[in-house]
């Protein structure tokens, strides 16, 4: 093949094309690519040409059956993939049904978070974990007694500490789930601070999920701009300077930056999620 071999075309393949069976034949022992190279490409079946038709016939029917075999996963995959959102959906909903605010709040906060996300240059699959992940920030407020979560007025320093115990109870619900493996973490620690002092578990930098920096970020904003029975919601300048003033110690200063350039460049995208999720 001219003016790349086998190796090579399968290369240029796998650049837009992961999932595509591949069945590499060859002429020549010496064009045969190393085993690493075929880990690497993930090519599927390999033999060189000759007059010995049966185990070429043999590699086509392993590969069909291969396809098939992939196509049923995919199918299941899709099913669980639905009952999944599903599921998070339901348990969503239960915490919905106790305070108003959440709704809209964790469409909101969901939203700004894939914002980041994309100018961050997350992968799709990234992005949708972390769209799932702010939806669902909050479900241990389940556990929060209503006397608490729909308190009208400021909280006491008591009350304070037992709202601080939702993420660790959000956590605990979906711990024992697979399903909800990826988004577990944005849940537990999406209240921790970059400088170490926040909770449940005091991490502190890069030592707290990706994930729930860019939640942290994006919960602090839409409750800074969302009014409340306490008190009216902050001027846009004023959320700004807070954002710059917590970076560093509240916030990732990347995620910050980040955000500030939304803000700055992008806003109408902002003004568009407010206005969906009222």
Not at 28 to 55: M, N, V, W
Not at 108 to 132: C, H, M, P, Q, Y
Not at 189 to 196: A, R
Not at 243 to 270: A, C, T, Y
Request: glycine share 6%.
């Amino acid at each position: 093949m001219t003016p790349i071999h086998g190796d090579k075309v399968v290369e240029e393949i796998r650049k837009f094309n992961k999932s595509l069976y591949i069945l590499l034949l060859t002429g020549h022992k010496d064009l045969a690519p190393p085993l690493e190279t075929i880990k690497r490409l993930d090519i599927q079946g390999y033999c060189e040409k000759s007059d010995k038709f049966d185990q070429l016939l043999l590699l086509i029917e392993s590969g069909i059956k291969s396809i098939e075999q992939m196509r049923e996963i995919n199918a299941i995959n899709d099913e669980l993939e639905k009952a999944y959102l599903e599921s998070i959906e339901t348990l969503r909903y239960t915490v919905e049904a106790r305070d108003t605010y959440t709704r809209g709040h964790s469409d909101r906060v969901a939203a700004f978070s894939v914002l980041i996300g994309r100018k961050l240059g997350l992968s799709d699959s990234a992005l949708r974990t972390l769209r799932v992940g702010g939806l669902f920030h909050d479900i241990g407020k389940i556990g929060v007694p209503d006397s608490i979560l729909l308190k009208g007025s400021k909280l006491s320093d008591d009350e304070y500490s037992e709202i601080k115990n939702h993420p660790s109870i959000g956590a605990h619900i979906l711990s024992n789930a697979s399903i909800f493996r990826d988004i577990i973490p944005i849940v537990k620690h999406h209240h921790e601070h970059f400088d170490g002092k926040g909770y449940p578990t005091q991490l502190a930098g890069e030592n707290i999920p990706l994930f729930a920096r860019i939640v942290a970020v994006a919960d602090s904003f839409d409750a800074m701009t969302s009014k409340r029975t306490y008190r009216d919601s902050l001027s846009i300048d004023v959320v700004k300077n807070e954002l710059r003033n917590n970076s560093g110690s509240q916030f990732d200063p990347k995620i910050v930056d980040v955000f500030l350039d939304i803000l700055d460049n992008d806003f109408d995208e902002i003004k568009k999620i407010q206005e969906k999720y009222k």
